[in-house]
C-alpha cells in the first residue's frame, strides 16, 4: 500500500508560482510512476505531469510543459510540482497518484491506471 499526501496549495495572484508537493509513505517507489492530475470545477480530472521513479523520465501534459516542472526526491520519499506563470484557469484541485510502471505501461495520461491517490490540494489563481 502507498499512501499519499499532498501539500502547498493555495491562492496565489496571475503570474505568480507556486509548488506543491506529495509526501509518500507505506513502501518504497523504486518501480513505480507518479503523476500530478487536477480538476477544475464542473470539468473532468485531467493529466497534468508524471515522472518515473527510479530514473526520473518526465511525461507532460503538452498545454503545460513550459510552465510546469515535475520532480521528486528520493531521498525523502517526495514528488514536486512547481507550477509558475500561473493563470486564472489553472485553478483546480490537484492530485497526485502512484502506480506500478510495469502496468502503466505508456498510459501516464490515463487516471484509470493509476493505483494510489492523495486526497488533493486546491490551487485557486486569481485575476
Known amino acids: 500500500q502507498v499512501q499519499l499526501v499532498e501539500s502547498g496549495g493555495g491562492l496565489v495572484q496571475a503570474g505568480g508560482s507556486l509548488r506543491l508537493s506529495c509526501a509518500a509513505s507505506?513502501?518504497?517507489?523504486?518501480?513505480?510512476?507518479v503523476g500530478w492530475f487536477r480538476q477544475a470545477p464542473g470539468k473532468e480530472r485531467e493529466f497534468v505531469a508524471a515522472i518515473t521513479w527510479s530514473i526520473g523520465r518526465t511525461y507532460y501534459a503538452n498545454s503545460l510543459s513550459v510552465r510546469f516542472t515535475i520532480s521528486r526526491d528520493i531521498a525523502k520519499g517526495t514528488m514536486y510540482l512547481q507550477m509558475s506563470s500561473l493563470k486564472p484557469e489553472d485553478t483546480a484541485v490537484y492530485y497526485c497518484?502512484?502506480?506500478?510502471?510495469?502496468?502503466?505501461?505508456?498510459?501516464?495520461?490515463?487516471?484509470?491506471?493509476?493505483?494510489?491517490w492523495g486526497q488533493g490540494t486546491q490551487v485557486t489563481v486569481s485575476s
Open positions: 507505506g513502501r518504497t517507489l523504486s518501480g513505480y510512476a
Open positions: 497518484a502512484a502506480a506500478p510502471e510495469y502496468y502503466i505501461g505508456s498510459r501516464y495520461y490515463t487516471e484509470d491506471v493509476y493505483d494510489y
